[in-house]
């Protein structure tokens, strides 16, 4: 964090003293360093106030009558398992808990496979349930994540447990300033498109087509 800010304040310090005459390249320039401050700043926020954790929930449709009678038999609260989660624990193995500020439960879960069994196409079904009582149903794919609240949900992977039904794991993030870092990654390929690809005029051209039109420099 220490080296991020001094590197962020240097850059700063650099736009600030850069004046070179207006040019494609040099607002290019700009761009492209103040993309860099804005990603960092964002970083920083994410460092300080930013949260990642992993939880593995229970696709409800995967318990058979057979699998919680055993549950059952072994003292297990399968009906809790099957309701609405809104806590996860932290990754980091202290034993805390994250509350999300949302109710879910995983409804389904498909699986698409190619011919020779290998996983295609993962698709998790996710219920949440609003303080209303009423039930917002959304479809999570893997690398297409889906917001709720404060937090993006990742599809990552689904496992058998022990009982036999089916756990899927999610990746649960929390990013407060993840506008502004995309803004910044943009701003810095835009500015470096713009000094790397934007040839700047040469003035020995100009002296010469100027030189050329019997004109004065």
């Not at 058979?64 to 009906?79: C, L, N, R, S």
């Not at 609003?130 to 994540?145: R, S």
């Amino acid at each position: 964090v220490a080296v991020l800010s001094v590197f962020g304040v240097a850059l700063a310090v650099s736009v600030v003293a850069f004046n070179p005459k207006k040019s494609f390249y040099s607002i290019g320039f700009y761009v492209s360093h103040i993309g860099i401050v804005l990603f960092l700043i964002g970083s920083l926020v994410y460092a300080v106030s930013g949260e990642v954790t992993n939880a593995a929930p229970p696709n409800i449709k995967s318990f058979t009558p057979a699998i919680e009678y055993q549950m059952k038999q072994q003292g297990v609260d399968v009906d809790g398992m099957k309701g609405y989660y809104n806590q996860v624990g932290k990754s980091d193995g202290s034993g805390e808990v994250i509350d999300l500020g949302f109710n879910f439960r995983i409804a389904d879960f498909k699986t698409e496979l190619y011919e020779d069994g290998q996983p295609k196409h993962y698709e998790a079904t996710i219920e949440f349930l609003n303080a209303d009582n009423t039930v917002d149903t959304e479809k999570l794919t893997v690398n297409h994540p889906i917001y709720r609240g404060d937090w993006k949900l990742y599809l990552m992977d689904v496992g058998t447990n022990y009982y036999g039904f089916q756990e899927v794991q999610l990746m649960f993030k929390k990013d407060p300033t993840e506008v502004l870092s995309n803004v910044g990654i943009i701003m810095i390929l835009i500015g470096t498109f713009m000094i790397c690809f934007i040839r700047p005029r040469d003035k020995s051209e100009d002296e010469k087509k100027t030189k050329k039109a019997g004109g004065k420099i």
